[in-house]
């Protein structure tokens, strides 16, 4: 046995790999066939040959993960064009075509052309701005347009095709949109040009194309512009009462129009009976027609002229003395049931007192006079 498997007369070598190390030179494999174990070799073979390739797909995968893990960890911003919006979801060669890198476009335009990636369509508006003057790049929807560089109508693009136009309750007109609009940021604070118009105001002021009449307005058929002569504010219409002989409270109740003050007489009477003008409500006169008594409940001195200050100390009723309504004049003090203290009003004041040549006395008047006559 200690000759080695070749000295076993009637034993067929076997195939075994041996490591022979030679000390004079670097260490080499050498395939020395020592048996018949090529069958077993084969099939070792053929299991090492699966191993490989199982092991290659797994590497050519991993390699793919890797390229992936790579461009999602590049920095793009370092190329001067970071990838923000919807950039960020494009695929790379949606930009990078051909595997094209350096060269790239940068401007929207150099790409969005209606060739490479989405251009401008057909009904957008005619313009020679660059699109991010406009367009976010997060959507095409997301727009503020750049009215500087503008030039031209505005009707150009606000045509209801192009950009919004007028709406369903835009004042019938012609005129262009900038004689009225004045700002490009907003329609509202359009100030409309009056201009030459002078009738049919209710065809805009209707309370839906433009402000119309409020709800307490005066109740009337009457076209605008008979009382409204102002074309810059509605303050300052002067009402037209051509013809207006009565019912004036209908309007003029403190909501439609001015009615009575709170000093004003205490009446249900219309104001027509007193009220003469259209005019001004000043120089009424007060019908007192039928009125015979109770005068002080109106000549109060707030209501209507009262006593004055050289009046006749008295608390009696107005009309004990004035038999008049229509002047304060000629009243006729009533001396029933006064025989003494006539100093207290005959004193040169309030009446009639002693003349220069009355005789000098301290007596009171009633030692001589009556209330009759001086005289007496």
């Known amino acids: 046995m200690g000759g080695g498997p070749e000295a076993i007369a009637g034993h067929r070598p076997r195939c075994r790999q041996r490591l022979a190390v030679n000390q004079r030179s670097a260490p080499h494999f050498v395939l020395v066939e020592t048996g018949d174990e090529i069958e077993q070799m084969k099939w070792r073979l053929s299991i090492l040959f699966v191993m490989g390739m199982v092991a290659f797909g797994s590497l050519l995968a991993a390699g793919r993960g890797f390229g992936q893990g790579a461009n999602q960890s590049f920095d793009h911003a370092s190329t001067g064009f970071s990838l923000m919006g919807a950039h960020f979801a494009v695929d790379c060669e949606a930009c990078h075509t051909g595997g094209r890198f350096k060269g790239t476009p940068r401007r929207c335009g150099g790409c969005h052309d209606g060739v490479s990636a989405s251009g401008k369509s057909v009904r957008h508006p005619p313009t020679s701005n660059v699109c991010e003057a406009c367009h976010a790049v997060s959507t095409w929807q997301q727009v503020r347009y750049d009215h500087s560089q503008t030039r031209g109508a505005c009707a150009g693009c606000h045509n209801g095709m192009f950009a919004r136009g007028k709406p369903a309750t835009h004042v019938a007109t012609n005129a262009p949109c900038e004689t009225c609009h004045r700002s490009t940021f907003m329609f509202a604070g359009a100030r409309f040009d009056h201009a030459g118009i002078t009738g049919t105001c209710a065809s805009c002021h209707n309370g839906q194309t433009a402000k119309g009449k409020p709800a307490n307005h005066i109740v009337t058929t009457a076209p605008c512009e008979t009382c409204h002569k102002s074309t810059t504010t509605f303050a300052g219409g002067r009402m037209d009462h051509t013809g207006i002989m009565g019912n004036c409270a209908s309007c003029h109740n403190s909501q439609t129009a001015r009615g009575k003050p709170t000093s004003h007489i205490v009446t249900t009477a219309p104001c027509e009976t007193c009220h003469r ?8 006169r007060m019908d007192h027609t039928g009125i015979t008594g109770n005068c002080a409940s109106c000549h109060n001195g707030q209501t209507a002229r009262g006593k004055p200050t050289n009046h006749l100390p008295t608390s009696m009723a107005c009309e004990t003395c004035h038999r008049s309504t229509s002047t304060f004049a000629g009243a006729r003090m009533s001396h029933t049931g006064i025989v003494a203290n006539c100093v207290s009003c005959h ?20 030692t001589c006079h009556t209330t009759r006559s001086w005289d007496r």
């Open 277 to 284: 003008s259209t005019t001004t409500f000043a120089g009424g």
């Open 347 to 366: 004193n040169g004041v309030y009446a009639r007192g002693k003349p220069n040549d009355h005789p000098r006395t301290s007596a009171p008047c009633e």
